[in-house]
C-alpha cells in the first residue's frame, strides 16, 4: 500500500520559509508524478505544485516565483521549499501522486502565515 507521511509545518511570520517534507513508501517517487496539495480552512483540497519522472516542475499561478517543488530519489522523499510567504498560504499540506491515490492521503502538516 502506497503511504505519504509529510512534515516540516509550523508557525511563521509573513515573509518567512518553511521546508515541508514527504516520505513515501510502497511506491518509489521517481517513477510517477508526485505532488503537493493544500486544504486551506474551510475550502477544498487544491494542487500546488508536482513534479514528474524527469524532474519537470510545474506550480499553480499563486505560489509559482515562491514555492520550489524538488525531490530526493536515494531518499525517496519530496520535498516543497516556501518563501516569501503569505497568510493566504496557511493551510494543510499534503503530498500524493498526479493523479493521486484515493486511499493514499496522509494526514499533512500544518502551515500557520501570520500576517
Known amino acids: 500500500q502506497v503511504q505519504f507521511v509529510e512534515s516540516g509545518g509550523g508557525l511563521v511570520q509573513a515573509g518567512g520559509s518553511l521546508s515541508l517534507s514527504c516520505e513515501a513508501s510502497?511506491?518509489?517517487?521517481?517513477?510517477?508524478?508526485t505532488a503537493w496539495y493544500r486544504r486551506a480552512p474551510g475550502k477544498q483540497r487544491d494542487w500546488v505544485a508536482q513534479i514528474s519522472t524527469g524532474g519537470d516542475t510545474t506550480y499553480a499561478p499563486d505560489v509559482k516565483g515562491r514555492f520550489t517543488i524538488s525531490r530526493d530519489n536515494a531518499k525517496n522523499t519530496l520535498y516543497l521549499q516556501m518563501d516569501n510567504l503569505k497568510p493566504e498560504d496557511t493551510a494543510i499540506y499534503y503530498c500524493n501522486g498526479y493523479p493521486t491515490w484515493t486511499n493514499s492521503w496522509g494526514r499533512g502538516t500544518h502551515v500557520t502565515v501570520s500576517s
Open positions: 510502497g511506491t518509489i517517487l521517481s517513477w510517477i508524478t
